[in-house]
């Protein structure tokens, strides 16, 4: 299974080729003096020619995949030092000015020397992740969906599915929530009686310790309860509080952020949470 930073990285370096596509487009002008003239110009000597329709649509292609991708970094990244958090800032100010192509002073003289200036400034990009890769421990998190976890309620189930003998897997307030609502409101008794019987279950782990801390069942499985409500304050701007989701979503994002070098890996069957999963940079695994 991919880490959140294997992804993410992947992204960039999709980014990084689709850059270089629109510097092959591009067109460096010079700026030519008059010797005759009185008036001194004080402005770059070199400059971006005007965009064609082919640089324009792949500057459409970037802005879209760059916003999306800067936006997930910097929740990732959010526990930096304040010295890092604005050496991201003014990196992804240099690379929106080149998507955006805005002359400035820095520009190189030939297109070849604009690639290497682009892959030396994102580095910092590069390096940033490889920190966090490496930041605490390397565990896998599994995170089941409500259907999930009504599908397959016994946790060495989970073992099977991510191929790992050891592994820890959190229950989600949102998830919680559901189950308790599905307890009262399910239609079918059969349905509704095997809803009771993985209540029974989780409340029974509570006799085995804290699942705040976490409690360890068949040897090598951790099991844990979120108490507290995503912060939607500090989350991806497309997730909406209202959707149940998209609180899954935005649960398993500070998960990783607090986990950086872990797979946090959701458990659904249900397709959209699936593709929003995806958008979000998250591993998952379908039950089905």
Known sequence: MKTFVEHITTQLDSIKQTMFELLDNSRIVF???????????????????????????????????????????????????????????????????????????????????????FESEIEFFYDTLNLYANNGDKEIIVIPDTNALIQEPEPKTYKTLTASDKLTIIFLPTV??????????????????????????????????????????????????????????RTLSWLDNENNDDRIIASALEIQRDNPSSVVCLVTSDINLQNKTEMARLTYIDVD
């Open 176 to 233: 919680l929530s559901e189950l308790d609502e599905l307890k009262i409101k399910a239609s079918n008794p059969d349905f509704q009686k095997k809803v009771k019987s993985v209540i029974t279950r989780l409340k029974g782990y509570r006799q085995q310790g804290n699942l705040i801390e976490g409690v360890i069942v068949e040897k090598s499985i951790k099991l844990k309860m979120v108490a507290a409500e995503p912060n939607f304050n």
């Open 31 to 117: 700026r030519r003096d008059d010797s005759d003239s009185e008036v001194v110009i004080i402005a770059p000597t070199q400059y971006w020619d005007s965009p064609t329709e082919i640089e324009q649509g792949i500057q459409i292609r970037l802005k879209k995949s760059y916003g999306l991708w800067i936006e997930t970094f910097k929740l990732f990244t959010e526990n930096s030092p304040d010295a890092s958090k604005r050496k991201i800032d003014q990196t992804d100010k240099f690379v929106m000015n080149w998507i955006e192509k805005k002359s400035d002073w820095d520009i190189p003289n030939t297109i070849g020397e604009a690639k290497a200036k």
